[in-house]
Nanobody, 115 residues
Framework: QVQFVESGGGLVQPGGSLRLSCAAS????????MGWYRQAPGKQRELVAS???????NYSDSKKGRFTISRDNAKNTVYLQMNSLSPEDTAVYYC?????????WGQGTQVTVSS
């Protein structure tokens, strides 16, 4: 089974940027849509952005214009570029298929936005 390893998180000041990476242990070519999710303390995990094999993207409303999802099928990697970060973006970020069924969740990568 394909497994996902997220990286690229860290501590960033408000207004800053981060680029997250999601490396899959196998091919993601057959996974129609990949997504980035996040879970803030005390909240449910939510879908942040998704991208199809054809490159069609979708974002939750608050992320439009600030986040950009991309995928490199040759490298089995999905990226999330995050700009203009605010404290409300603080969460553990995960990648998985969209919808998220059939694959295990990785450890995630912590993003903390704070001055």
């Amino acid at each position: 089974q394909v497994q996902f390893v997220e990286s690229g998180g860290g501590l960033v000041q408000p207004g800053g940027s981060l680029r997250l990476s999601c490396a899959a242990s196998g091919s993601i070519t057959s996974i129609y849509a990949m997504g980035w999710y996040r879970q803030a303390p005390g909240k449910q995990r939510e879908l942040v952005a998704s991208i199809t094999t054809g490159g069609r993207t979708n974002y939750s409303d608050s992320k439009k214009g600030r986040f950009t999802i991309s995928r490199d099928n040759a490298k089995n990697t999905v990226y999330l570029q995050m700009n203009s970060l605010s404290p409300e973006d603080t969460a553990v970020y995960y990648c998985n298929s969209n919808p998220a069924w059939g694959y295990s969740w990785g450890q995630g990568t912590q993003v903390t936005v704070s001055s």
